[in-house]
Every structure is written in C-alpha cells, then in structure tokens.
C-alpha cells in the first residue's frame, strides 16, 4: 500500500513539473526564447549528453515554442524559414529538434570531431583570414582541443588535419607550436620530434670520440674525412655566363640580320669557335667513340687506323667540361624545370622540419625563415623550446641542408635547393651575437672557419643520414607533393600513417 502510494504521488510530481515548464514556456515567451538562444550560442546543453532521456526532455520544451523572429547560431544572425520547402538553414521547431536528436545520437568522440572540423573549416574557406586573423580565430579550436584534452577524448585524423592547415594559415611558429603540443597531448600527434634525439650534434674538440650512427667510435676529425663535402654552388656566376654567352651569340646572329658585312665574317667565325668548344667540352667521348668505330671500319678495306687523342692531352682541359662547365650549369639552372626534383626537396624540408620537432614546415627553408625561427624560440612567452643552443643550431642547420642533401643524392647538380643557405644563417646568427655579448658561447664559431667548415659539414651528413633512413616514407611524402594539390596536414598524415 506505501509502495503504491509513493508511486503515485511521484507520478502527479512529475506530471505537475511538466505542465509548469509548458506553462513556463507559454507565460514568458521571450525568456524561454532567450534560454534556448543561449544554449544555441554556447554550442551544447547543460546537462551531459548521455543522458538522453533528460536531453529529449529539454528539446521537446524547445520544439513546443514558437519562435518567428531570426535564429542565432554561433552568434551569427538567421532569418527563420518561412517557406514551404525549407530555403537553406531550417530554424522551424520541427528540424531543430532532428538536429538535436541527430547530434545527440553520436558519441562524445563524434561530436567533439565534428565540431572541430567545422571550426577548422570556416578558417580554410575564409581566403581574408590570414597570419593575425588566422591566430585569432583559432582560439575556439584551440579551446576545444583543451576541453578534449581534459576529457581524454583523442581526435581523428580528418580533424587533425584540418586543424593543422587551420595553423598553417597563421605563419606563426609559436601558434604552431602550441597546437602540436596540444596535439601530442592528445595522443592524436605520436611522431612529431621524435627524431630529435638522434641528431648527433658537434663535438667541441677535433680529438673528441663520439659513437657513430653505424656502431663504431671516431673521433670528430675522422668521421668527417670519410664523408662527402657539401655540394659547391656558385649559382650566381653560373646564371651569369649564360646570360654571357647568350649575349654574344645574339650578337653574332644580329650582325647576319642586321646586313653588317664589314664584321659578320668574324661574328660568324667567333660563333662557329664558341658552338665547337662547346660541343668538344661536353661530347668529346662521345665524339671519340663514334670516330674509332668508324675508324676500325675504315681499317678493314685497307686504311689507316686512326683515333683521336686522350682529352688529358687536350690544351686548356678541354673535354673534361672544366672550360664550359660553368656555362653548362647556368643553362641548366635558368631552363630546367622538373616537378620531381621540387618536390624532393619540398618533402625533405618538411619530414625533416617534422621529425626534429621544428614548428615550421616551409617547403623551401632558407636563411632569413631560419634566423627568424631561432629568435623567436629564445623569447620566455611563447612556449617554444629555445634553438639558440648547439643542439638546436644543429637541428636548424639540418633542415636547411635537407633539400641539398637529398637533390644531390639523386641528381649530379643542385638546381633547386641552395647550399649557401646554410652559411647564410651562420651569417646572421654572428650578427645577432654581435649585438648581444652574452650569446657568444652559443655562437663558437665565430672567427674560426675551420670549426664553422665542420660544423656545415657535420650537418650535412646528418641530414643525410636522416634521409636515408626514412627514404620510404620520403618518397611516399614525394609522390603525394608532385600531385600538386596536396597541403601540409595532407603530408602529415603519410608521416603519422594515418
């Protein structure tokens, strides 16, 4: 009898707090509606979204109101639907609530997924928002990825990603540096930096052991004589002998159209000399070859043998490309393109910028990015771990000596990477330390070539060995980049495999 007694009583509790919460509903119009707008704005509801029953409850009361004027949805204004067939954004009572439901019906891990795309989607569809805009506006993500990381809830690749580029877009290191951190917190982010550690950096003495990557024990000195120099570039004067030759060529040509009598003989003959040399500088063993066959040939029906003489013989190095060379390559330089080759040294500057933990995935590093990034990880506000130290130089001079290290693995010359790029950062670092004092036991170097020859040298092997070891997924990082139409967070995934 007590049983049913309390039953009963319960029943007419329950039914009496329904019908105050329509009367509520009917009685205050506008409060109601601004409870609903509130909890439309702040994205959720107050009570736990597993708990679907006291969810449906709260909708049910939304969905009962009627509400003509415009919807506010992320705090952005909407007119109501009015129309039959719905015209874009439904607002009427009726879609909210299969909004909600629908919403609702996902779990945690979906939801805050979807949300955190959707963010990351209005800063990439927004071609205005760039660098302090971008930074502004990803504040709610970054909020978000916090609230997830409180909430052990891991996001997913696509989010991932997406967020990523969202960052790109700021052109800031400290903001990407910050959201990679939040990223490894989540779990989501498993391989950024974690190459960092190997990077060997320089011994301070030339009679200093360390252990080598293969196993065995050498000194700073020894290791160094059995590696390969860094590439040398003088792609200034190369450009410059081809626009030379080009000049003088031209000129030659014009005095033919031009009706020049008096000096086309000697243009034509100056020209005819350039065309040879050229052609003996650069094919003479092919012009060898071909001459001896045909010799040999001639031989058999009674003739003498005969065979041009050894290009060690020739005057002024000629056949060894020593007298052309130079002009050879400033052509090369000024009428090659190759996407391949681009993209090489794109995905080796980015997989090594990645794996050695550096917040910054310019596809062509060069000197002034560099010095840049190393200022700014020395300021104590921004949360970046500080560069201006031997381990960190030498991560930064691995990435910038990246792209040499793997164009000219593959090709004889270095087009599209810049080895001087490195010295130049080396440059600007002794400018820095020049006008503070206290930074010049960072900068050792300094006054000393030989230590500052080692010190490129080392991180050219470095880089090298880094390369190598990861030539899969380098590739992999290739192929996805001479596409064309990938974006960093999509070069991040084939690094994370997801």
Excluded at 435 to 445: G, M, Q, T, V, Y
Aim: aromatic share 8%; hydrophobic share 45%.
């Amino acid at each position: 009898m007590v049983t049913m007694r309390s039953f009963l009583l319960l029943q007419l509790w329950i039914g009496f707090l329904k019908a105050s919460a329509f009367a509520a509903a009917y009685i205050f119009p506008s409060s109601a509606r601004s409870l609903r707008r509130c909890f439309q704005e702040k994205g959720t509801c107050p009570l736990p979204l597993s708990h679907s029953s006291i969810t449906s409850g709260w909708t049910a009361i939304f969905s009962s109101m009627e509400d003509t004027d415009a919807a506010t949805i992320n705090g952005e204004q909407y007119p109501a639907d009015t129309s039959a067939n719905g015209g874009g954004l439904v607002t009427t009572a009726d879609s909210r609530s299969q909004l909600f439901s629908a919403f609702s019906a996902l779990t945690a891990e979906d939801q805050y997924d979807a949300v955190l795309t959707g963010l990351c989607a209005k800063i990439l569809d927004d071609t205005t928002i760039v660098e302090r805009a971008a930074i502004e506006r990803l504040k709610d993500p970054t909020n978000l990825l916090n609230e997830m990381n409180s909430r052990r809830i891991q996001a997913s690749p696509r989010s991932m990603m997406a967020l990523i580029d969202s960052t790109v877009k700021a052109q800031d290191a400290q903001t990407m540096a910050q959201m990679l951190s939040l990223s490894v917190r989540n779990g989501s982010v498993t391989r950024y930096g974690v190459r960092q550690a190997d990077i060997l950096p320089l011994p301070l003495a030339a009679t200093s052991r360390v252990k080598c990557p293969d196993g065995s024990m050498k000194t700073r000195s020894e290791r160094l004589s059995t590696v390969a120099d860094i590439p040398f570039d003088e792609r200034g004067t190369e450009v410059k002998n081809a626009f030379g030759v080009t000049a003088v060529a031209g000129g030659c040509f014009f005095t033919d159209v031009a009706g020049m009598d008096d000096i086309a003989p000697f243009a034509n003959v100056f020209l005819s000399t350039l065309i040879v040399v050229g052609a003996l500088d650069n094919f003479y063993d092919l012009f060898k070859t071909s001459t001896s066959m045909i010799a040999k040939q001639v031989a058999k029906n009674g003739a003498a043998d005969f065979e041009l003489p050894e290009k060690d013989a020739l005057p002024f190095g000629l056949g060894s490309g020593q007298l052309t060379g130079s002009v050879v390559r400033g052509f090369a330089r000024l009428l090659t393109t190759d996407a391949e080759r681009e993209s090489l040294c794109e995905a080796s500057a980015l997989l090594t910028a990645y794996c050695t933990g550096l917040p910054c995935f310019a596809y062509r590093p060069n000197a002034l990015e560099a010095s840049v990034l190393v200022v700014e990880s020395t300021k104590n506000s921004n949360g970046m771990d500080s560069l201006l130290s031997s381990a960190g130089i030498m991560r930064v001079l691995v990435w910038l000596l990246a792209p040499v290290a793997a164009e000219s693995a593959k090709f004889p010359v270095c087009i599209v990477s810049n080895p001087r790029e490195a010295e130049s950062f080396l440059d600007r670092l002794e400018e820095f330390a020049a006008k503070d004092p206290s930074l010049a036991d960072e900068i050792f170097w300094t006054g000393n070539k030989q230590e500052r020859k080692d010190l490129l040298k080392w991180a050219y092997t470095e880089a090298d060995l880094l390369l190598r070891e990861n030539r899969k997924i380098l590739q992999e990082v290739t192929e996805r980049l001479t596409g064309g139409a990938a974006t960093v967070g999509d070069c991040i995934a084939v690094l994370e495999e997801w």
